[in-house]
């Protein structure tokens, strides 16, 4: 009874606790298809849940709709410009779309506006700048002056009340023939018409507007549209939470300044990002949302790759390619001893390594076989070894029978340059970093190098003097009749060195983004709940494997000598298709235990004593 | 047999130390090729199995009692629930209810990522291999132990009914493979959990209270008090010990989820609920055979990944949850077992997951969203990250960790009580033994842990699943055996000895 009494409380308990935390649920209307809309209502949204709301953006098909929705009470609030909410919510002549003016006429309704958020985006009239020029229009007025003037608007534009094409017609005296008049949603869609000689004329949003597109903003020497300040409109719905949202919004008014929302819209319409990462990264830039907040708290891209060895400005460019693969995680650059062997480890969801990293090389040159860690997965750019003969050399001599260094032992660089003088049959005499064997040249303590062409060694070569660099490079293909079979022959197209602008033959080798290899795991740790804690080392989902591929500018695949994941795609169809002696002999072995359990069922129990 | 089974439980916390990736690499091969041959038989078992549990409750055989027939239950009807809720599920649904739907519903094949119907399938998918399946799983080797400890007095080895009711030169070798089978899926089995429980704790751990993720040495420290708190009722007698943390915990878990359902948005979940229950009964049949034959790759890994493994996991936990179950049910009646073990824990994951999972997919669609991000990530977190989103952030994280800790400690305890009846005589093992195997699986978790490859252990819970299939399969037969035999005579419905 006690017992029962107090699990009574408990849930009673629980019940008001839980129900007096309920959070409010506010629906915010936004105009679909009109970014500036979308981001305005998303970032009220955002706004709105980090002080604990639960808010949910609605579309609308245009103005008129989302507008009476406001008013009937089926959205809580719509964010908008103070002059559109004036015309349209009092229906009175278009005049004064300051925000007073506003809240005051919109009052008497159950309706209010918050304070400005910051920024305005007014209608504006554009006209391409050549064809403004030759039809003298400079002003709306001007139009009157265009025959048949075709027109782009946004849709429901042209009826939509106060500040509508066909008010602004009635205003200037215009004369715009409805036929003449084309409705196109996304302001991509009218800024394309509008350039591609489809229209003479497009109606936009002012922060679209980019001052490098060759475009004339009309006059609006009348006065016809009012101020559009960016503001909240809060419907007769949100009433009862009219306090909190006035005050969970604090942080936006007066915030968003004109340069960040036209960077946010570029991103939204010119890169493809999706408005809820514009408006979070908004909100951030603003200081409104914290980086590290629940919302913004998204799983980092960790890359290994090693430390030692310069890899910019590949580095650079394979951060370019996981930031447009995964444009929602951060990417961090972790440096190790072995980028593969941190794939295996958990400690890295991706290595920047070299083809060479997939074997198994030794510092002395020798091949001791295939690292099994890690499968390619995108090409991100090669580098090239250089021979670099000192000026002592002469044309005859052997090049590698002199004194010889090359990169240093526990570098990439350093231990295919050590291999293929194993396969040549040398040893190198001293091993340092591309600067200092470039001096050594110089300084004719070294005969021959064979170097790595990072940015130190370029900017060694580079930093000689041109009538005097005292080296020469020389084709290493020529010098060595056998190379490894993971470096590719290829070509610069002019020496390195100054002075020297003939093309140079040498190897080269890939650097590579690669994931974790499947090293034969099939079946249960693939997906599904055995992948419950280390996600880290398993491989990479085909479907993002192919998303980095894809991300890639370069068409270069990676090198066919390494496992990659179109492999692993391949592999498994094959394994798929073809049942192996295995699986047959357990389908007939399954079979018969099944066959045998059935007869056992159907024998009669031996009687019991 | 203690002396096989211990052996073979070391050898392989050694391989798995020496060589984590061989021994994953050895098992996921082997496990790999079973899913491509023998899908379709499991799949055609497990559900058979659901059938057969249906048709003894309904049937005439319902009425029987597992016991004699004037005999009462043990346990009252709610601690019963509770004991074998917990025992079965606790901890996997604290981990995956967030997680799971969240996952499908970014994942699954079928309807596009992400989308309301993605949604909505997320729910049925979960509810399938969180349902009647898996409980039809426990509860039919649960009912065949029962039936023969309790009415033929055969004691609760898995290979002792095939003793009791078959004949032949084989029975006694099968036997004893049965019986090692159990004890080294036992082990291996919970000793996995151990460590991935550990691991989920020390991430609620680092939300909590921002310790490393990846401290060995907090692993050991959890691990450590882990040890400390089975300890207590690993000495006590069953009623006491496990009764008593059982009901304390589900106690916390009802609350945890009243708590979310009514702070949460109470009225989208409540309707997740009936939604997800109807589309579970209606997609049921369909569910039940559905191998994706005539789809791509891709679908059929999904599949070998998430269902086939599923039933792979309760199959290789059936020998503990059924023998415990079993233990915990004398004096039901065949009807009143099979609902409450496969009806009404059903019911329960069903308004589990649609809270847990509802509030996950409504985050993810309507609210802070990043749930699917968090979830890819690390799927351990989603709960304790999730939760953060609610009032009272800091003790629903800290409630959901001894939640974890707690089921932690009750599948332990229930799983030594098990070893320890498996490998002694009696239906009440000593403390010394539960003891003893408390620590086993103790050291065995640690190897675990150390060797910090959770896919070796993954791979091999259901490598031990595949020959104890064949088991479960005989374990049935031998039930539809005698009690075809039992019931020929007139004393049989009355009660056994």
Redesign the interface.
Same mark, same amino acid.
């Given at each position: 009874m006690i017992r029962r009494a107090g699990?009574l409380l408990?849930?009673l308990w629980?019940?008001t606790? +839980?129900?007096c935390?309920?959070r409010p649920?506010l629906l915010i209307g936004y105009l679909s298809g009109q970014p500036d809309s979308t981001l305005m209502a998303e970032l009220v949204a955002e706004t709105l849940?980090q002080s604990?709301a639960?808010a949910?953006t609605v579309g609308c098909p245009d103005l008129v709709n989302c507008g009476r929705r406001l008013q009937a009470g089926d959205i809580d609030m719509l964010p908008d410009y103070s002059g559109s909410a004036r015309v349209f919510f009092s229906t009175s002549a278009v005049g004064d779309g300051s925000l007073d003016v506003v809240r005051q006429t919109l009052t008497p309704a159950g309706m209010t506006v918050t304070p400005g958020l910051g920024f305005r985006a007014p209608y504006v009239l554009l006209m391409e700048a050549e064809k403004a020029l030759e039809k003298d229009v400079s002003a709306i007025e001007d139009l009157s002056r265009l025959e048949n003037a075709r027109f782009s608007v946004p849709a429901g534009y042209m009826r939509q009340p106060g500040d509508g094409l066909l008010a602004l017609a009635r205003r200037y005296g215009l004369d715009i023939r409805t036929d003449a008049v084309t409705e196109a949603t996304s302001p991509s869609d009218r800024m394309a018409a509008l350039l591609s000689g489809g229209t003479d004329v497009a109606v936009m949003r002012l922060p679209y507007v980019r001052s490098d597109m060759g475009l004339t903003v009309l006059a609006d020497g009348l006065g016809f549209y009012p101020r559009y300040e960016a503001t909240v409109v809060l419907g007769p719905r949100a009433s009862p939470h009219r306090g909190f949202v006035e005050s969970a919004l604090e942080p936006l008014y007066g915030s968003l300044n004109p340069e960040e929302v036209e960077r946010a819209l570029h991103e939204i319409v010119i890169e493809g990002y999706d408005v809820?990462t514009a408006a979070r990264r908004l909100l951030v830039a603003e200081g409104i949302l914290a980086a590290d907040s629940?919302?913004m708290? %998204?799983?980092e891209m960790v890359v290994a790759h090693t430390g030692v060895e310069s890899l910019n400005p590949l580095s650079g460019q394979a951060n370019l390619v996981l930031r447009r693969a995964y444009p929602? %995680?951060p990417v961090r650059m972790l440096s190790v001893a072995s980028p593969l062997e941190a794939l295996?480890q958990g400690w890295a969801d991706l290595a920047l390594v070299h083809t060479s990293d997939f074997f198994q090389l030794t510092p002395e040159g020798l091949f001791l076989g295939r690292v099994q860690h890690g499968e390619a997965i995108a090409a991100i750019g090669r580098r090239h070894f250089l021979l670099l003969l000192g000026g002592q050399a002469s044309a005859s001599d052997d090049p590698l029978a002199g004194r010889l260094g090359t990169p240093p032992g526990w570098t990439a660089g350093g231990k295919v340059a050590a291999r293929m003088l194993v396969l040549a049959g040398y040893l190198p005499d001293v091993r340092s970093n591309g600067p200092d064997l470039v001096r050594a040249l110089r300084n004719r303590e070294l005969d021959a190098a064979i170097v790595l062409l990072n940015t130190d060694t370029r900017e060694a070569l580079q930093a000689l003097p041109r009538d005097a660099p005292m080296l020469r490079a020389a084709s290493l293909t020529e010098v060595l009749a056998r190379a490894p079979f993971f470096v590719n022959e290829s070509r610069l197209a002019s020496s390195p060195v100054p002075g020297e602008d003939e093309p140079v033959d040498t190897y080269s080798m890939q650097v590579l983004l690669a994931g974790p290899a499947p090293?034969? %795991?099939?079946?249960?740790?693939?997906?599904?709940?055995?992948? +419950?804690?280390?996600?880290r080392n398993l491989p990479v989902p085909?479907r993002e494997a192919e998303a980095i591929a894809a991300a890639v500018e370069s068409p270069e695949l990676p090198d066919p000598v390494l496992p990659s994941f179109r492999n692993r795609q391949a592999a498994?169809?094959a %394994?798929?298709t073809e049942?192996?002696w295995?699986?047959?002999l357990?389908?007939v072995a399954?079979?018969a235990?099944?066959a045998w359990?059935g007869w056992?069922?159907a024998?009669?129990?031996?009687p019991?004593p | 047999m203690l002396l096989v089974a211990l052996p073979m439980c070391a050898g392989v916390a050694a391989w798995g130390l020496g060589d984590p990736?061989g021994l994953?690499?050895w098992a996921?091969?082997v496990?790999?090729?079973?899913?491509?041959?023998?899908d379709w038989?499991y799949m055609l078992v497990v559900t058979g199995l659901l059938v057969l549990a249906a048709w003894l409750a309904i049937g005439r055989y319902g009425r029987i009692k597992l016991g004699r027939a004037d005999e009462q239950p043990e346990f009252s009807r709610g601690s019963w629930l509770s004991m074998l809720f917990a025992a079965g599920m606790g901890v996997g649904l604290l981990?995956?209810g967030v997680a799971?739907p969240v996952l499908h519903f970014e994942?699954a094949p079928g309807p596009a990522p992400g989308s309301r119907e993605a949604a909505r399938q997320a729910l049925t998918l979960t509810l399938f291999?969180w349902g009647f399946h898996a409980w039809a799983i426990y509860g039919m080797v649960a009912l065949a132990l029962a039936y023969f400890a309790f009415r033929r007095g055969s004691g609760y080895h898995p290979g002792a009914m095939l003793h009791e009711?078959?004949?032949g030169w084989w029975v006694g070798t099968v036997a004893y493979i049965a019986n090692v089978t159990a004890v080294v899926a036992i082990a291996l089995g919970v000793a996995g959990s151990i460590a991935?429980g550990v691991?989920q704790l020390q991430r609620g751990l680092f939300v909590f209270a921002a310790v490393d993720p990846s401290s060995l040495t907090v692993s050991a420290w959890i691990l450590a008090a882990l040890v400390a708190a089975y300890c207590v009722p690993l000495v006590m007698p069953l009623d006491k010990g496990v009764k008593w943390l059982s009901n304390a915990n589900m106690?916390l878990a009802l609350?945890v989820m009243?708590?979310l359902?009514?702070?949460g948005?109470?009225a989208f979940l409540m309707r997740g609920f009936v939604t997800a229950f109807g589309d579970y009964m209606n997609e049921l049949a369909k569910m039940s055979f559905q191998l994706f034959t005539f789809h791509d790759?891709?679908v059929?890994?999904?599949f070998?990944?998430?269902t086939l493994?599923?039933f792979?996991?309760w199959i290789a936990w059936a020998p503990f949850v059924g023998v415990f179950i079993a233990r915990i049910s004398r004096g039901r009646t065949i009807r009143e077992f099979i609902v409450g073990v496969i009806l009404v824990p059903t019911l329960f994951s069903i308004l589990w997951f649609a809270v847990f999972g509802g509030f996950g997919l409504y985050e993810e669609m309507?609210?802070?969203?990043?749930v699917v991000?968090?979830v890819?990530?690390?799927?351990?977190i989603a709960l304790f990250?999730l939760l953060?989103?609610?009032?009272?952030a800091s003790a629903l994280n800290a409630a959901a960790m001894v939640l974890a800790f707690v089921f932690l400690v009750t599948s332990v305890v229930s799983a030594a009580f098990v070893l320890g009846l498996l490998s002694g005589p009696g239906s009440n093992p000593s403390w010394h033994s539960k003891l003893a195997w408390g620590f086993v699986l103790a050291a065995l978790g640690a190897a675990m842990i150390v060797a910090g490859?959770?896919?070796a252990v993954?791979?091999l819970s259901?490598l031990g699943a595949l020959p104890f299939a064949?088991v479960m399969?005989?374990q049935v037969?031998?039930l539809?055996?005698?009690l075809?035999?039992d019931t020929a005579a007139p004393r049989d419905v009355e009660g056994g000895p």
């Open positions: 699990l408990l849930v629980l019940g606790v +839980a129900g935390t309920q649920g849940r604990g639960r949910l809820e629940p919302t708290r %998204r799983p929602e %995680r295996e090293q034969g %795991r099939m079946g249960p740790v693939h997906g599904g709940p055995a992948s +419950a804690i280390a996600t085909l498994d169809h %394994r798929l049942s192996s295995l699986e047959t357990l389908i399954g079979i235990f099944m359990a056992l069922v024998q009669p129990s031996a019991r | 990736a994953a690499d996921g091969n496990t790999g090729a079973a899913f491509r041959a023998l038989l981990f995956w799971e994942g291999h009711e078959l004949s991935m691991f106690i609350a009243l708590f359902l009514l702070a948005p109470t790759r891709e059929a890994g999904w070998q990944g998430w493994t599923y792979f996991w309507y609210g802070l969203g990043g991000t968090m890819h990530h690390d799927v351990s990250t953060e989103r609610l009032p009272f490859n959770i896919q993954r791979a259901v064949a399969v005989l037969v031998v539809l055996r005698a075809r035999a």
